[in-house]
């Protein structure tokens, strides 16, 4: 499919200026993203609503036009010529067409590439259970998992199963067999693919994001029962993720979930992308390992004392936020006032500088 020229030439400009992604709305310019900051296309053109609902109906398939009609927001991905994919999410504000386009880097950067901590290497051996990599909009969890996935992809032979909505990155056939389904495309929902799993001889399941307690339930259910499986969350750090999944199920089922999840979660990988003093971003990140102690804590209902044992057990491989974020200063990679911004517990973290 051919996108509209001005949108491609807009994607161009994406890649040119290493934008992570581009904004697009009827009566203003285009505005880049560029190391987290909004940087409107200097002396573009203001586009009108014909314009952008022309652009998103350019590269939309014939047959969802009517879904985004119907529903005022859809999300897919597309391809720009042959080294660029995008994650589009086209909706409706006050009436108008927008556009919003994040660029998926072609090739699948490594742990250290990326400036991840070697310890994520340990959860990609693991033969069953369930992982998370969490935090807000935006912070690079797809990325994280990508990087995971293709670690897999290239240290052994196992049939993989990514089901997202919409596909983000492409897993070349290395070591592994990957199969890649699209919500809306391949499957109607996580849930129900999630359960279709069960029956095909998976052995790591990735779910792009859990948004409904049949999804979590399902995959918690997967990890329980010999799979490998990661996924994401919009939450802030593992106590907080622990909750929000507890929380999304009935009362009288949560006691149950509390005891599952107890026993089938790995790790819990919460990270922020900091300006960096060189230019870019780079992580800052918790990571909770779930042991003994932490095992308790989740079956006991004692969520709020998980970040007292992230704190205290650096030895076992456990990273806490705002330690990461004093290292990061310490280093000369970010200054005090970004790393300051994204503290969990700023007192702790003015200790640790």
Known sequence: MIADKRLGELLDIVVKEGASDVHISAAGPPVLRVAGTLIPVAKHPAFSNEDTEAMLKSIVPEERWNSFRANQTIDLSYAHKADARFRVNGYRAQGSVSLSLRLIPHAIQTFTELNLPPVLEVFTQREQGFFLCVGPVGQGKSTTLAAMINRIND???????????????LFPQKKSLIHQREVHIDTPDFHTALQSAFREDVDVI??????????????????????LVFSTLHTNNAAQTIDRIIDMFPAEQQGQVRVQLAGSLVGIFSQRLIPRVSGGLIP??????????????????????????????????????????????????????????????????????
């Open 284 to 353: 800052a990140y918790e990571l909770l390992i779930n042991n003994n102690a932490v095992g308790t804590l989740i079956r006991d209902a004692r969520t709020h004392e998980i970040s007292a044992i992230v704190q205290t057990s650096s030895e076992e491989g456990m990273i806490d936020m705002d330690r990461s974020l004093a290292d990061l200063v310490h280093r000369g990679e970010v200054t005090v006032e970004h790393a300051y911004e994204h503290s969990m517990d700023p007192k702790t973290f003015e200790r640790y500088l």
């Open 206 to 227: 990735m779910v792009g994001e859990m948004r409904d307690y049949e999804t979590i339930s399902s995959a918690v259910t997967a990890a329980e029962t010999g799979h």
């Open 155 to 169: 240290s052994r032979a196992e049939h993989i199963l990514t089901i997202e909505d919409p596909i983000e990155y």
